[in-house]
């Protein structure tokens, strides 16, 4: 009788804890994945300002660039501080790589003074890139 | 003997605690479900830049010319006092008079060009209520032009 409950117990434990482990690995990837999809090229330091009436984004063009501007106006691209020559170096390399036509999505704090963007903005110009875009949060508030 | 000690063996190695490993994995699944950031949708507003080197646009009369400049020096960029008021071709306006005037026009003509001269000191968010309230009333011909009359004042960012 001990003996059947002793038998019993082995059965209990016999739920595949290496299986498990794979779970549990298989979450934390997924996860680290997902994740850091888009948080290299946006700088979490900008506080975007709300647009409830632009048009949804659906698809992005993987070529465009994206410009950060802090309140304070320092540049950043994907996830480095950029002066204005290094912009500009950027955008030329992006330029000569893939075409005229690529979009610039300009994310801006919604308190930088217009100043700060109109140096980039210069730069773009003068690389001769002419499609920007302010990017917004379609958030009614 | 030898028998009866691999089975105790067995029973040692099976008893890896189970009820732990599940909580590590709720754990998990609680830490990432957490700091996970909600979903905002975003949009994008575009507008053209005037080509390099090129002269400012020549005024004819169908011109439509939206400024956006910083009117209250001694209130903060984003004050909702200083971000509602504008000019359209040169009459002082609040926001809603704004569109009331854009959206007869852009009823009369969709493609009416409108030229955004920004200001140097004004904040980004009254450019983007601007380019949102022109897509709003649907006009798509948007020229943001940047105001060279005005000076840059950095020090009006800080208040």
């Known amino acids: ?141 | 003997m030898a028998k009866k000690q691999r089975k105790r063996m067995q029973v040692e190695e099976a008893e890896v605690p189970l009820s732990s490993m599940i909580d590590v994995v709720f754990l998990l699944l609680i830490y990432f479900i957490v700091t996970q950031k909600p979903i905002v949708e975003e949009t994008l507003l575009s507008c053209d830049l005037p080509s390099p080197g090129g002269k400012p646009p020549k005024e004819k009369p169908t011109l439509l010319t939206l400024e956006v400049i910083r009117m209250h020096r001694n209130l903060a960029p984003t004050d909702p006092k200083e971000l509602n008021t504008f000019y359209l071709n040169q009459i002082k306006m609040t926001y809603d008079q704004v569109k009331q005037q854009l959206q007869a026009i852009a009823a009369s003509d969709p493609k009416q060009t409108v030229i955004i001269n920004c200001g140097p000191n004004a904040a980004h968010q009254k450019l983007v209520k601007a380019l949102d309230l022109c897509a709003e009333v649907g006009l798509k011909n948007l020229n943001v032009v940047n105001d060279e009359s005005l000076p840059f004042d950095p020090s009006l960012g800080k208040r």
């Open chain 1, 1 to 141: 009788m001990s003996r059947k409950r002793k038998q019993r117990d082995d059965e209990d434990a016999d739920v595949p804890i290496s299986a498990m482990i794979d779970v549990v690995f298989l979450l934390i990837i997924f996860f680290v994945v997902t994740a850091s999809m888009d948080k290299e090229i946006q700088d979490e330091n900008v506080h975007l300002t709300n647009a409830p009436h632009g048009k949804p984004v659906k698809t992005k063009d993987p070529r465009s660039v994206t410009i950060n501007i802090r309140a304070d106006g320092t540049c950043t691209i994907s996830g480095s501080k950029s002066d204005m020559h290094t912009i500009e170096n950027v955008l030329k390399n992006a330029a000569h790589e893939s075409g005229v036509d690529i979009p610039i999505i300009i994310r801006a704090d919604k308190a930088v003074l217009h100043g700060h963007i109109k140096k980039v903005m210069e730069a773009i110009t003068a690389t001769s890139l002419y499609r920007v875009k302010f990017q917004a949060l379609k958030d009614d508030r």
